[in-house]
């Protein structure tokens, strides 16, 4: 009897101090056996950091954009070079200076608010800069317009963000504003003879006008009212389905999305190569405002030039590029040269490269780290590839978790929809399977969603995902994560069709696709045929210089290395690939083309089972819409 009371009392203590040797040798264990253990701690301190700096911005008064960020970096470093375009170079001052100028021009002529919209359309040119911070300095948000865009797109991009004004460097897009009540600005032209052909309604902010205005700061108080849950940007998500639609970035997601060089390790001693467009998140956020983040030295250029891309590099001193999967396949495309390795850049910071074009890349350019981020513009959720590890887009770690919550998810192909268990909740896959991303939209995750687009936010959300009430924001990507938590992108949806019952991955198809000789980008989909179910495989391939398609090579590849369900039954030559500004393919409209050969223009292949490729003609396309030819 008093033994057991001995032993009772004691058990609680000595279980605790049990639990404490077992988690102290849990630890250990971890540290000896995680070989990135240094890596992971050092991602998590720097994590901690910025998220505790992000806190201390939600709590300043008046709050500290990233406009404050910018003027922080003029006082310190007036005279660095900031922006260095086509042989022109401005220092930090003198961008300060003129976006001034250019605040104060504006404002003569314009009528604008705090909080109001503008919408810019331009290149990528300093101006740019000047014009965004101006807007800034006045308190309005910027809608950032892809460039390439025009008409109907145009104006769906322009009325959804809700802008009045537009700020543009071209004059050929305005036919199609005049009847709308929008106030365009054409900067930095000279101004026009009076009497000459003057398109109504356009004003005309020519350098003339923008160099008479004073450079004098603008007023703080221009801009008191932001807090952290404003809008300051809209940016445009690529839309390879539909229209595009308008991603609301808050002051606090813009703080955000600029750490990103912070956490992949960029100084301020870095020199960023920026040619990606910057109407997107990845150019603007988090390359420029990044660089102003980090106080760094921007090379800006008009667009991408595989040529030109190295002699840049060593031109500049760049030390830090930005990549999508894309670049990269056509920078180790170019013919090689003995000054490859010629060069300082030592860390490339983007998203989308394949692990054998990583290798290649490595092999070929010499030890660059390459820092695969994971995240969309309007997400709530996000990796990073802090270890360099090929092929990865990121890697878990418990802070990611503890800041908000996310899954993979089981996802059904066919129907496309998550699988639901019998009590209508989601289901997690197990660890190493792939499932559907899905992040809990919290107050500490936020989804802004799009603007004037209840509907296209409400698609963006699951609900009741695990318990009744919740909302998780779907990513739309289909990941796998590894015992050793490197996340891996497996798959978009609607990237995937099925076809005799199964799924095919149209990036793998098209990855296999462009290892044929011949064949320099593949875009590969499902197209319908009358009386089949799912959607057999075709493919869009671009031949390389002077070559002709060679079926026979085509057929040989596509057998040995691709399951018959997915090889592409019918193949499409096109002179170029259709892509969005970001280099992502367009799919929607070659779909919907199908393929019938007298509405096709571009010279067509049907794969016939023994022959290979033969071209198409009107007779089997009517055999196989009859139904004589089964598939
Ligand atoms: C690049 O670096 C070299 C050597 O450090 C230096 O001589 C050169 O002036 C630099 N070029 C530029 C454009 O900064």
């Not at 025009?150 to 305005?174: D, N, W």
């Not at 002179?575 to 799919?587: E, I, P």
Request: charged residues 25%.
């Amino acid at each position: 009897m008093k033994k057991a009371r001995v032993t009772q009392k004691r058990s609680p203590h000595f279980s605790l101090i049990l639990q404490a040797i077992v988690n102290i040798f849990s630890v250990y264990h971890q540290v000896l056996l995680n070989p990135y253990f240094v890596q992971d701690l050092r991602y998590t301190i720097t994590c901690i950091f910025i998220g505790l700096r992000i806190e201390s911005i939600k709590r300043s008064k008046p709050l500290y954009t990233m406009l404050d960020c910018f003027l922080d970096k003029v006082k310190k470093h007036p005279d660095k070079q900031f922006i260095v375009f086509e042989g022109s170079c401005f220092t930090y001052r003198d961008v300060d200076l003129q976006s001034n100028k250019i605040a104060r021009a504006l404002s003569l002529d314009a009528v604008l608010e705090e909080g109001d919209t503008v919408a810019l359309l331009m290149g990528n040119e300093p101006a740019y800069v000047f014009a965004w911070l101006a807007l800034a300095k006045l308190g309005c948000a910027a809608a950032l317009l892809n460039y390439n865009i025009r008409s109907k797109s145009l104006m769906q991009c322009f009325s959804c963000c809700g802008a009045k004004v537009l700020l543009t460097s071209s004059e050929e897009v305005l036919p199609s504003l005049r009847e709308q009540s929008v106030s365009v600005f054409v900067l930095g032209q000279e101004e026009q003879e009076e009497g000459g052909a003057r398109v109504e309604g356009v004003k005309t902010l020519s350098s003339g006008k923008i160099q008479q205005a004073s450079d004098q700061p603008l007023d703080p108080q221009l801009r008191s009212k932001a807090t952290i849950k404003s809008p300051t940007l809209y940016i445009y998500t690529s839309g390879t389905t539909g229209l595009p639609k308008a991603a609301v970035i808050n002051h606090e997601r813009m703080t955000l999305a600029a750490s990103m060089q912070a956490i992949a390790g960029v100084t301020r001693d870095d020199v960023i190569y920026i040619y990606l467009p910057l109407y997107h998140t990845a150019g603007f956020v988090m390359g420029l405002v990044g660089a102003i983040e980090r106080g760094n030295t921007v090379i800006l250029r008009r667009k991408f030039s595989a040529s030109q891309f190295w002699d840049d590099c060593r031109k500049y001193n760049v030390t830090v590029i930005q990549y999508i999967g894309e670049i990269m396949r056509y920078l180790c495309n170019t013919p090689k040269k003995d000054n490859d390795r010629q060069h300082k850049v030592r860390l490339a910071l983007g998203n989308g490269i394949r692990a054998d074009t990583w290798s290649e890349f490595l092999e070929r350019f010499g030890d660059i780290r390459i820092c695969e981020c994971y995240g969309a513009t309007e997400g709530n959720v996000g990796f990073v590839n802090y270890i360099g590890k090929v092929g990865a887009i990121g890697r878990e770690n418990f802070i990611h978790r503890v800041g908000n919550p996310y899954a993979l998810i089981q996802y059904d192909t066919e129907r496309e929809e998550p699988v639901r268990d019998c009590r209508g909740f989601c289901v997690k896959v197990p660890k190493g399977e792939t499932g559907l991303l899905v992040a809990k939209i919290s107050s500490r995750a936020p989804f802004s969603g799009y603007a004037k687009s209840p509907q296209q936010t409400e698609r963006k959300k699951l609900k009741d995902v695990f318990v009744k009430g919740d909302q998780y924001f779907n990513s739309g990507d289909l990941l796998r994560i590894d015992n050793e938590g490197f996340v891996y992108f497996m798959d978009r949806i609607g990237d995937t069709f099925r076809w005799k019952g199964e799924n095919v991955a149209t990036t793998e198809v098209s990855d296999n696709l462009i290892m044929v000789e011949c064949i320099e980008e593949a875009n590969v989909y499902g197209v319908k045929v009358p009386g089949h179910e799912g959607r057999i495989g075709m493919a869009a391939l671009t031949l390389k210089d002077n070559m002709e398609f060679d079926s026979k090579a085509t057929y040989e590849h596509v057998k040995t290395s691709l399951p018959s369900y997915s090889r592409p039954r019918f193949i499409r030559i096109q002179n170029s690939l259709d892509v969005t500004g970001t280099f992502k393919m367009m799919k929607v409209k070659l779909v919907n083309e199908g393929f019938n050969p007298s509405v096709i223009r571009d010279r067509l292949f049907y794969l016939e089972d023994k022959e290979g490729y033969i071209p198409m003609t009107q007779e089997i396309y009517s055999s196989i819409t009859d139904g004589k030819l089964r598939l």
